[in-house]
C-alpha cells in the first residue's frame, strides 16, 4: 500500500494544485482514465470544503490530503481540523456568519461529492472530520516479450 500525502495552507489557490496532485496520482494508481474528471471535480469540492471550514473556524493548521493506493482500490481522504462537536458550535475567534448559510453550503458540497463518487465516507468529530472517496482501479496490463 503507498500513500501520498500532501499538506496545503488553507486557501482557495491552493486547491487546484491538490486536484492536480490526486488526479496524477489516481492515473498512475489505475484508476479508469474516464473517471479522471470525477477525481478532480470530486477533490477539488472536498478541499474546497475543508479550506471553507479552517477560514470560517479561524483555523490556521493546513489541510491534509491523502492518496491512498490499495491492491484494488484507490483512496483520497481529505482532513479538516475544524471541530464539530455540537450544533452550532464555532470555534473562538470564528467568523459571526449566518450559521445556516454555511450548513446548507457544507450540505450542498457533500451532496456534489456524492453525486460524483459511489464510495464515500464522511466522518465528523471535536477535533475535525475527514471525507474519504474511493475508486476501483485495474491493474496495468501486462506488456508482452
Do not use: Y
Not at 491534509?64 to 483520497?76: A, D, G, P
Not at 451532496?111 to 475535525?128: F, K, M, N, R, W
Request: glycine share 8%; with cysteine.
Amino acid at each position: 500500500m503507498a500513500t501520498v500525502e500532501l499538506r496545503f495552507s488553507a486557501l482557495p489557490e491552493h486547491v487546484r494544485t491538490a486536484r492536480l496532485v490526486a488526479a496524477a496520482v489516481a492515473r498512475r494508481s489505475g484508476v479508469d482514465e474516464a473517471v479522471l474528471d470525477e477525481v478532480r471535480l470530486a477533490v477539488g469540492e472536498a478541499c474546497s470544503r475543508a479550506v471553507g471550514l479552517h477560514q470560517n473556524g479561524g483555523i490556521t493548521a493546513p489541510v491534509k490530503v491523502l492518496l491512498i493506493e490499495e491492491e484494488k482500490q484507490f483512496s483520497i481522504e481529505v482532513g479538516d481540523e475544524a471541530p464539530r462537536s455540537a450544533p452550532g458550535h464555532r470555534a473562538p475567534g470564528a467568523a459571526a456568519e449566518d450559521p445556516d448559510a454555511e450548513t446548507e453550503e457544507d450540505e450542498m458540497g457533500l451532496a456534489v461529492i456524492s453525486g460524483l463518487v459511489d464510495d464515500v465516507e464522511v466522518t465528523a468529530g471535536e477535533h475535525g472530520g475527514s471525507i474519504r472517496m474511493t475508486w476501483p482501479t485495474t491493474p496495468p496490463a501486462a506488456t508482452l516479450p
